[in-house]
């Protein structure tokens, strides 16, 4: 298949939307067509990794890696997604755990199955002249989920740049255990610093000629493509149970997970409504209160990760389904938590169920909450839980006045030393460290 920019370019492959991340035009890439399939199209399949196969291979069909998906899948999604009952009777309430992965959010999905897929292009020597040097600007997760995602990837490398002093503890040390192919520098500055950094890098054609300079940043379609198959595979298992659709609520920041859930609806998987969650970033639920699409700055509140003030994943929903903000309501609706009613929903869930759940969930957790009993009786819904409660320990800890046990993948990545060397923010200074 044929991937399109969300502007006006000329049709790419496959390999050329997943190494180059963004189109030249500026726009995002895009299949130019989503297959559509029937839940009988996936009998027999249960494993994640089948039926994200299943699902994904019309996109690699015509590709170098059309004969690969199966192989790719199966290297990249290597731990469930599950979808567990919290609550059952009239009103199902569950919960679709993301958060199994080696760095425990859901950015291990897309950037596993980013890393199989390169690692396959690169394999082929058409693309990208290994050693490949993936260059990432982290102020959170990404870096430790791209890190993880790469470590020990034969032609690649990792160069993860954050800012110093300015990441959680937790979060410095995802970014910072790894060592062998995996660089981290910490930057004397902010994460704008890192991101100036990172792109005055890209910027540079030496630079970029001697290393191969690749982004695998959450915007790249090899991060969103899988990102569909979860939703398959939980909306599926469902519906084979019980003959009934799923409705989403997806805690939302950069949209990247909650339009993959829209593509997922639109290739025939069973899922009803889809609604999405923000913080007191308000860019989304403003746009369909007012009509008007108003990218601001992003103020910083408890779900850190969801801090987006521009999420740039409103330019491939509102390409898939019409740019007004009407038709957007028609596919999805969107609801803003502020950080008081964050803490509140933490605590009266883990009164509730005595599980605790990280900010973001949270926001999740909240709308939930707020549907009218119309909307619930009768129908079940999936809150999305993007991260454990462990990663955010200094925010939920505090809260619930217990400890957060961190789960088996995390504490093992906890317990392994941390390396890192500190730079200026200045170009010369990361030329230098990408030289050896
Ligand atoms: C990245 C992230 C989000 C937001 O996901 P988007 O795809 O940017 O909407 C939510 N929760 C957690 C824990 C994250 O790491």
């Keep these: 298949m044929d991937f399109l920019s969300t502007r006006n370019g000329p049709p790419v492959r496959l390999e050329q939307a997943i190494m180059s991340g963004t189109a030249p035009d500026g726009g995002l890439y895009v299949p130019a067509s989503l297959p559509h399939f029937t839940p009988a199209d996936f009998a027999g399949l249960e494993d994640f990794a089948d039926v994200a196969a299943r699902l994904l291979q019309p996109f690699f069909d015509g590709s170098s890696l059309a004969g690969e998906v199966g192989d790719i899948c199966r290297d990249a999604l290597t731990f469930p997604v599950p979808l567990r009952a919290v609550e059952t009777g009239a009103e199902p309430l569950s919960v679709l755990e993301m958060f199994h992965g080696p760095t425990a959010a859901f950015k291990d999905v897309g950037a596993r199955f980013l890393a199989a897929t390169m690692a396959r292009i690169i394999a082929h020597g058409e693309f990208a002249q290994p050693p490949v040097t993936i260059l990432v600007a982290t102020s959170g997760d990404t870096g430790g989920a791209v890190a993880a ?30 060592g062998d192919n995996v660089v981290s520098l910490a930057v004397r500055g902010e994460f704008d610093d890192c991101q100036r950094l990172v792109k005055a890098a890209f910027a540079d054609e030496q630079l970029n000629a001697e290393h191969s300079l690749c982004s695998a940043n959450s915007i790249n379609v090899g991060r969103l493509l899988p990102q569909a198959a979860y939703y398959a595979c939980a909306s599926l298992g469902y519906w084979r149970e019980t003959g009934q659709a799923t409705s989403f609520i997806v805690p939302t920041g950069n949209l990247g997970n909650g339009f993959a859930c829209v593509w997922a609806r639109r290739m025939g998987m069973p899922i009803d409504r889809i609604v999405f ?32 003030g521009d999420p740039s994943n409103m330019e491939r929903l509102r390409a898939l389904v019409g740019a007004d903000a009407e038709s957007v309501a028609r ?18 869930e883990f009164d509730r169920h005595g599980i605790a759940w990280c900010p973001h969930t949270a926001t999740g957790l909240h709308v939930y909450r ?36 961190p789960p088996p993948e995390l504490a ?25």
């Excluded at 110093?164 to 503890?169: A, I, L, Q, W």
């Excluded at 970033?281 to 987006?308: K, Q, Y």
């Excluded at 990545?413 to 200026?424: N, Q």
Aim: proline share 5%.
């Design 331 to 348: 596919e999805i609706d969107a609801y803003a938590v502020d950080d008081d009613t964050i803490r509140a929903t933490i605590r009266d």
């Design 149 to 178: 995602a790469f470590h020990h990837r034969p032609g690649l490398r990792v160069v993860g740049l954050f800012p110093e002093g300015r990441v959680s503890p937790r979060q410095q040390h995802q970014l910072t255990c790894w």
């Design 412 to 436: 093992e990545l906890l317990g392994w030393e941390s390396h890192y060397e500190t730079i200026d923010a200045e170009l010369p200074d990361l030329a230098a460290r990408l030289q050896d």
């Design 277 to 308: 969650a923000t913080n007191a970033n308000m860019t989304i639920t403003d746009f369909l209160s007012s009509g008007d699409w108003v990218p601001r700055p992003s103020i910083a509140t408890l779900a850190s990760a969801m801090d987006v």
């Design 370 to 405: 707020e549907l009218d009993a119309a909307a619930r009786q009768g129908h079940h819904w999936a809150v999305v839980a993007t991260a454990h409660a462990a990663k955010f320990d200094t925010i939920v800890e505090p809260l619930l006045g217990t400890t957060v046990e």
